[in-house]
């Protein structure tokens, strides 16, 4: 079983960065991709980023956050990162982590309740 953990999330002005980290631990057999999702007050989640974690080869972005984050991988921490940049107050959310597998390119997330973080809060003031 899997364990993720956020952190990296805080209060930051529009035009800011911050940057978020997913660190897994325990078994990871079967995870081929980590992807970061993101869910504000009264919104359904929605999928950000993801990443192949043995290759650090960036899947998918979602388009409303290209060319302002980048994911990436340390695989020697076993953490991957959300780099923030350009913030707008709209980024305002509660971030998830969760691992899944990666087929043919495309991020198939993780369902199941052990596949997902507790998440970090990023308020973005205007």
């Known amino acids: 079983q899997v364990q993720l953990v956020e952190s990296g999330g805080g209060l930051v002005q529009a035009g800011g960065s911050l940057r978020l980290s997913c660190a897994a631990s325990?078994?990871?057999?079967?995870?081929?991709?980590i992807g970061w999702y993101r869910q504000a007050p009264g919104k359904q989640r929605e999928f950000v980023a993801a990443?192949?974690?043995?290759?650090?080869?960036?899947?998918q972005y979602a388009d409303s956050v290209k060319g302002r984050f980048t994911i990436s991988r340390d695989s020697a921490r076993n953490t991957v990162y959300l780099q923030m940049n350009s913030l707008k107050p709209e980024d305002t959310a509660n971030y998830y982590c969760n691992a899944g597998q990666e087929l043919r390119g495309t991020y198939y997330p993780g369902y199941s309740d052990d596949r997902w973080g507790q998440g970090t809060q990023v308020t973005v003031s205007s």
């Open positions: 325990g078994s990871t057999f079967g995870i081929s991709a």
């Open positions: 990443i192949n974690i043995n290759s650090g080869a960036s899947l």
